[in-house]
């Protein structure tokens, strides 16, 4: 059973960028059947998809967030991650990394991690 | 491209809930469902429209025509009181998320 887990600060000053790790454990992030993906949920709120990454290294972002998001993958580390640049307090929310599928015209994501809190603040 | 869920559904234990989705042919997009528990990441328990994932009791079923995608839980009970998401793919947004729907097993 795969398993995502992500890592990073829990504090974030405004207007710097925010770097997330998901490492992937019990597959490999190399298998072609799967999307990497960042999720986020702003407390109280709802899930706002962010973009994934392929293992080639392709990339699809969020179009209203596209200026701000990169996401990359490491195959050799097993891992993938998120820059998200000019943080707000508007960007403060639990990201979690999630696993995507895309089979006859769905889309969809079946395995995901605990989530880590971000919060942003001076 | 959007997803709209109503806020919140009540249902009575042993009995029927309906979750609706609704978006701009939604039909032809195979929406998908997730559950989210209190302090939990969500959990995939409908995917293309109307399979279940491994796992997912059979009393979670989905279906979906024109505009609407349905979540339909039979026989109700009190662990499935949880947010609902449901989840599309349009070519114009990528991935979208209706904004959830609180379901109470009162």
């Known amino acids: 059973q795969v398993q995502l887990q992500e890592s990073g600060p829990g504090l974030v000053k405004p207007s710097q960028t925010l770097s997330l790790t998901c490492v992937v454990s019990g597959g490999s992030i190399n298998r072609g059947d799967y999307y990497w993906s960042w999720i986020r949920q702003s407390p109280g709120k709802g899930l706002e998809w962010l973009g994934y990454v392929y293992f080639t290294g392709t990339t699809y972002y969020k179009p209203s967030l596209k200026s701000r998001v990169i996401i990359s993958v490491d195959t050799s580390m097993n891992h993938f991650s998120l820059r998200l640049t000019s943080m707000t307090a508007a960007d403060t929310a639990v990201y979690h990394c999630a696993r995507g599928l895309a089979a006859n015209g769905a889309y969809y994501f079946d395995q995901w991690g605990p989530g880590t809190l971000v919060t942003v603040s001076s | 491209y959007e997803l709209t869920q109503p806020p919140s559904v009540s249902v009575s234990p042993g009995q029927t809930a309906s979750i609706t989705c609704s978006g701009d042919?939604?039909?032809?997009?195979?929406a998908c469902w997730y559950q989210q528990k209190p302090g939990q990441s969500p959990v995939l328990v409908i995917y293309q429209g109307t399979k279940r994932p491994s796992g997912i009791p059979g009393r979670f079923s989905g279906s979906s025509s024109g505009n609407t995608a349905t979540l339909t839980i039979s026989g109700t009970q009190a662990m499935d009181e949880a947010d609902y998401y449901c989840?599309?793919?349009?070519?114009?947004?990528?991935?979208?998320f209706g904004g959830g729907t609180k379901l109470t097993v009162l």
């Open positions: 989840q599309a793919w349009d070519i114009s947004t990528a991935v979208v």
């Open positions: 042919k939604l039909g032809d997009k195979y």
